[in-house]
């Protein structure tokens, strides 16, 4: 009897001390406010099958100089919600994928080449193309070796004359895709901006995009870090956000900090900067040209988007969602078959203002609280310390080490949620981590209960975990929501149950969430 009456002394202090923290939580975060987060704008364009990593981009089986297909693919980019396209290479290995002069063509003489079906596509859509000036020889070029930077020039100048008063023409890619870390090269400094002069002469007015990479590994301290890109004449940096290629083991938090770093940089030096947010992950091993590049979970993408609106970049484009995010009824099945089309049918979701990828969104930015509140009163999670955590509104990182997760060894575990008797339960959101690398997995299904005393319990739905395959390479946040209740309903007390089949870390249990 002693235990009994510790226990709900505890739980009373530990109901008060929590009601104090989230309140006090509530009115910080509500002041701060949400940035409204981009949507992917533009995307990459690959036309030649390189390697591995094109295996489901670019299938070697499927005929990608197609223009009915690029027709197609265009129209549903623009459906996505983009405006950029952005041409990887249009040669590769001496063969053009254009009706060029100098080199042989990749594609039947007697057909209209895919440069000209995509240029053409884009211009009835509205779109703009950033038109590549490479490859010289193929995807290794070296800017360092004359020949590869004449050739790249010659190129320029014979696309100028083909396309440079074509409609959809914004701007020219060059493909100098060189390490910005610790800090940019003069040599690559030099080349890029060698082409941006003979870009500037042969279509003036045009817009010069570059997509580095590098920036897990920049010195921004280093002055000489902001005068290397001041120095460089392009108009927009698109910078590779590495995401995807996962350059340090759990990158998301401390590219939010790089990012807001280089918008001070480039706010100082007068030139836009763009976000190129990685959609991939890999099918086996990670930066590795004989693995191929796979769709990640959308909940990944959507912190990168939060993540690069946040620090205030001008658009993110991406590599890529051309053949990444694909649209499962397309005529034209490109990307990883089934699961292209669930991260398709997940971002647009997001894009259209579904009511999960909402939550899902005002989570990630601290921009959600519960319109219930509750006292969690299961024994094991106060001695854990866990009650605290799942409901104080406080949400964590992609890092297994952040406090604000609750973890949960193996077994079956059950979270009493004491409502008080308040008002009607609409919804019940719940998020967690998923990081396989690590033997972090969500439940596979999550059981919801309700009591109107507490003692007898009745079964209201069972919702099953996001089941994605691609997640051996990085951690990010799932989330499952519960909604559809009927009318009125009103119990004093929830019960959420699962098991788990390895460690499961839960941040947040909202009940009735309400965006701040």
């Known amino acids: 009897m002693k235990k009994i ?7 009373a202090l530990l109901f008060s001390s929590c009601a104090g923290t989230q309140e006090e939580n509530v009115s910080s ?4 406010g949400a940035v409204e987060v981009l949507p992917i704008s533009g995307t990459f364009i690959n036309l030649a099958y390189q390697d591995v990593r094109n295996k489901y981009t670019n299938p070697p089986f499927m005929d990608n100089t197609d223009p009915g297909m690029w027709a197609a693919k265009v129209a549903e980019l623009k459906a996505m919600g983009m405006e950029y396209l952005v041409f990887m ?3 590769n290995e001496g063969l053009a994928y254009y009706p060029s002069k100098m080199m042989p063509w990749v594609y039947p003489q007697w057909r209209q080449s895919p440069v000209d079906a995509i240029m053409n596509a884009a211009a009835e859509h509205g779109m703009k193309v950033f038109m590549s000036t490479g490859w010289a020889k193929d995807q290794d070029d070296n800017l360092r070796d004359p020949k590869i930077k004449q050739r790249q020039i010659d190129i320029m100048t014979e696309l100028a004359r083909l396309y440079g008063n074509h409609p959809a023409l914004h701007g020219w890619y ?13 040599y690559a400094v030099e080349a890029v901006n060698a082409l941006t002069a003979r870009a500037r002469e042969l279509t003036p007015g045009k817009q010069i995009l570059i997509s580095p990479y590098g920036i897990f590994n920049s010195d921004f301290e280093d002055p000489r870090y902001e005068q290397q890109i001041a120095r460089l004449t392009v108009d927009i940096i698109a910078y590779q956000d590495e995401i995807g290629c996962v350059r340090e083991t759990y990158p998301l938090p401390r590219l939010k900090e790089n990012w807001k770093k280089l918008r001070e940089i480039h706010d100082r030096c007068g030139i836009q900067m763009w976000a190129n947010c990685e959609s991939f992950a890999w099918e086996k091993g ?16 959507l912190s990168q988007q939060i993540a690069a609106s946040a620090a205030g970049v001008d658009k993110i484009i991406s590599f890529m969602m051309c053949g990444i995010y694909e649209n499962p009824l397309s005529p034209y099945q490109l990307g990883q078959p089934h699961w292209s089309g669930v991260a398709y049918q997940d971002y ?19 921009g959600i609280r519960s319109g219930i509140s509750w006292l969690a009163w299961n024994p094991m999670d106060f001695g854990q310390g866990r009650s605290v955590i799942i409901r104080d509104g406080k949400t964590a990182e992609e890092n297994p080490s952040d406090k ?27 998020r967690m981590l998923n990081c396989h690398k690590d033997g972090i997995v969500p439940p596979v299904k999550f059981y919801l209960f309700s009591s109107v005393d507490g003692q007898w319990w009745d079964l209201v739905q069972i919702k099953d975990s996001p089941v994605f395959p691609n997640t051996n390479h990085d951690a990010f946040v799932d989330h499952v929501l519960f909604d559809g209740f009927p009318e009125g309903f009103a119990p004093s007390h929830l019960k959420l149950v699962f098991t788990a089949d390895s460690k499961v870390c839960i941040d947040e249990i909202y009940v009735n969430p309400i965006e701040k």
């Open 348 to 366: 647009m979701g997001w894009l259209e203002g579904e009511r999960e990828w909402q939550l899902a969104q005002a989570a990630f930015q601290d």
């Open 29 to 32: 975060s509500e002041t701060a």
């Open 174 to 186: 060059l493909p100098v895709e060189d390490c910005f870390g610790p800090v940019l090269t003069d």
């Open 404 to 430: 604000r997760w609750a973890p949960y060894s193996k077994g079956t575990h059950e979270i009493f949620m004491d409502l008080s008797g308040q008002k009607d339960v609409r919804e019940v959101f719940v």
């Open 286 to 301: 990670t930066n590795d040209r004989s693995s191929a590049l796979i769709p990640a979970p959308y909940g990944r993408l």
């Open 89 to 91: 290479a249009v040669a």
């Open 5 to 11: 009456l510790s226990v709900l002394v505890l739980s």
